[in-house]
Nanobody
Framework: QVQLVESGGGLVQAGGSLRLSCSAS????????MGWFRQAPEKERELVAA????????YTTTSVKGRFTISRDNAKNTVYLQMNSLKPEDTAVYYC???????????????????WGQGTQVTVSS
């Protein structure tokens, strides 16, 4: 069974940067599409960025476009979210998720993801 573990969250001032990592262990299949979601208090979980199995196709939501970049290293079974120019409204718990069998594109629907990490807190102070 695949397990996802996020790391890299923390407290940062507005304008700063963080890089989140999501490491997959267990029976990892290369045809997993991956995504980063976030959930702020009293708000719904939203897709922030997604990447297809090969890393050649990515998606970022409008509010983070130009600031966040998703990437993956399949040799290391790791997905990254580089977050630059952070804003207080980026404060949330960030979750890594996997969508098995989604090939060749990205997975944009919440229900396509059936494997989730435990989440990592990102707090951006003003």
């Amino acid at each position: 069974q695949v397990q996802l573990v996020e790391s890299g969250g923390g407290l940062v001032q507005a304008g700063g940067s963080l890089r989140l990592s999501c490491s997959a262990s267990g029976r990892v299949y290369s045809n997993y599409a991956m995504g980063w979601f976030r959930q702020a208090p009293e708000k719904e979980r939203e897709l922030v960025a997604a990447i297809n199995w090969s890393g050649g196709n990515t998606y970022t939501t409008t509010s983070v476009k130009g600031r966040f970049t998703i990437s993956r290293d399949n040799a290391k079974n790791t997905v990254y979210l580089q977050m630059n120019s952070l804003k207080p409204e980026d404060t949330a718990v960030y979750y890594c998720a996997a969508a098995p069998g989604v090939v060749p594109g990205v997975a944009l629907g919440l229900r396509q993801y059936n494997l989730w990490g435990q989440g990592t807190q990102v707090t951006v102070s003003s």
